[in-house]
């Protein structure tokens, strides 16, 4: 029997902040992204980060990981998960089922299955001959780049790391780190039936990314890059059964009105601003009649213009899965 996939068409806008610190982290001398006209931005890899590293801490497998905390390349990973469950002989479509069974990360966002071999140190994992059908999947959800919502302060914080020479003497190293002062960042994304149907992308494997999104941006690890980030709003639209329909990039829908005299580069917190949200209400009703439902999460910090739709309904985003109902059929 075969998975049950998405049944219809969704869209998503993320928004969450930073304080004092990279959103983005390397490679630009590890200073925050930005374009020429000095808009910052986030990559998706980073959001895609904070949701597999979730999944990951509560228990299930991901395909674009680690083994024993070190990097490994997609053979690798591949090769320890069929090891472990007995499915070295797999090949084909068969074998491509079984990784997307596997690995929520692959059905949501896809993967290249090009595996190699000779990049395998198990000399009997080198005999093996994959071919897997396909050998390039595109993932069911694809994610814009993340943007900041208004114009942001970077920061130079310095400072001196100390280490006990070997004759027990302080010996300070300087430091610089780069960061924002604050910076709201959007993000927006589509999660295409279609592609659900190669991908075997469920209904529950796309709201479990929505609420990964949300718990692993603010439960995100123990670095500057990471921490210090809090989820502020999430809106998920679910179109009709087959309308073939979407906005994209509903994050260019939102505005940040500073308030209380800040200026955009003076805001340090939700307590400085409003979030307008009136054309995206505007363009909403305006396809009312391809929208089956609105639903939204947000934190109890933010702040809006005007009243939120009535008939947009709460999204419980606390709310999390099994291990179990993340693998298998």
Same mark, same amino acid.
């Given at each position: 029997?075969?998975?049950?996939t998405?049944?219809?068409?969704?869209?998503?806008?993320?928004?969450?902040?930073?304080?004092?610190?990279?959103?983005?982290?390397?490679?630009?001398?590890?200073?925050?992204?930005?374009?020429?006209?000095?808009?910052?931005?986030?990559?998706?890899?980073?959001?895609?980060?904070f949701?597999r590293?979730?999944?990951?801490?509560?228990?299930?497998?991901?395909?674009?990981?680690?083994?024993?905390?070190?990097?490994?390349?997609?053979?690798?990973?591949?090769?320890?998960?069929?090891?472990?469950?007995?499915?070295?002989?797999?090949?084909?479509?068969?074998?491509?089922?079984?990784?997307?069974?596997?690995?929520? +990360?692959?059905?949501? @966002? $896809?993967?290249?299955?090009?595996?190699?071999?000779?990049?395998?140190?198990?000399?009997?994992?080198? #005999? *093996?001959?994959?071919?897997?059908v396909?050998?390039?999947?595109?993932?069911?959800?694809?994610?814009?780049m993340?943007?900041?919502?208004?114009?942001?302060?970077?920061?130079?914080?310095?400072?001196?790391?100390?280490?006990?020479?070997?004759?027990?003497?302080?010996?300070?190293t300087?430091?610089?780190?780069?960061?924002?002062?604050?910076?709201?960042?959007?993000?927006?994304?589509?999660?295409?039936?279609?592609?659900?149907?190669?991908?075997?992308?469920?209904?529950?494997?796309?709201?479990?990314?929505?609420?990964?999104?949300?718990?692993?941006?603010?439960?995100?690890?123990?670095?500057?890059?990471?921490?210090?980030?809090?989820?502020?709003?999430?809106?998920?639209?679910?179109?009709?059964?087959? +309308?073939?329909?979407? @906005? $994209?990039?509903?994050?260019?829908y939102?505005?940040?009105?500073?308030?209380?005299g800040?200026?955009? #580069? *003076?805001?340090?917190?939700?307590?400085?601003?409003?979030?307008?949200?009136?054309?995206?209400?505007?363009?909403?009703?305006?396809?009312?009649?391809?929208?089956?439902?609105?639903?939204y999460?947000?934190?109890?910090?933010?702040?809006?213009?005007?009243?939120?739709?009535?008939?947009?309904?709460?999204?419980?985003?606390?709310?999390?899965?099994?291990?179990?109902?993340?693998t298998?059929?």
């Open positions: 029997m075969g998975r049950k998405l049944s219809s068409r969704h869209e998503f806008l993320f928004l969450y902040d930073i304080k004092m610190g990279n959103p983005n982290g390397d490679p630009d001398e590890n200073r925050p992204r930005v374009l020429p006209d000095g808009t910052h931005y986030v990559t998706d890899v980073r959001l895609k980060r949701a590293d979730f999944i990951k801490a509560r228990g299930a497998p991901i395909l674009v990981d680690n083994i024993e905390g070190r990097t490994t390349n997609l053979t690798g990973r591949v090769v320890d998960y069929l090891r472990k469950n007995n499915q070295m002989g797999a090949n084909g479509k068969e074998l491509v089922n079984i990784l997307l069974d596997a690995f929520i +990360d692959a059905r949501l @966002f $896809g993967s290249s299955f090009a595996f190699k071999a000779e990049e395998v140190k198990d000399e009997s994992a080198r #005999k *093996e001959k994959w071919e897997p396909p050998k390039t999947m595109t993932g069911a959800v694809q994610l814009n993340g943007e900041v919502l208004h114009r942001a302060e970077e920061v130079d914080i310095h400072g001196t790391s100390i280490f006990a020479s070997a004759q027990e003497k302080a010996q300070g300087f430091t610089t780190y780069f960061a924002l002062r604050y910076a709201l960042i959007g993000f927006s994304g589509v999660a295409n039936e279609h592609s659900a149907k190669i991908s075997r992308m469920s209904d529950d494997d796309y709201e479990y990314l929505l609420k990964a999104m949300w718990h692993g941006v603010r439960t995100s690890g123990n670095t500057r890059t990471k921490v210090g980030q809090i989820p502020h709003l999430l809106i998920d639209i679910k179109y009709n059964q087959g +309308d073939e329909f979407q @906005f $994209g990039r509903l994050h260019d939102v505005k940040m009105i500073a308030s209380n800040k200026k955009e #580069k *003076e805001c340090a917190s939700p307590k400085d601003y409003n979030l307008d949200l009136s054309l995206l209400i505007e363009r909403l009703e305006g396809q009312k009649d391809r929208i089956e439902t609105v639903c999460a947000k934190s109890s910090d933010i702040q809006f213009t005007e009243n939120l739709p009535t008939d947009w309904e709460v999204f419980d985003v606390e709310s999390l899965p099994n291990k179990e109902t993340t298998g059929e």
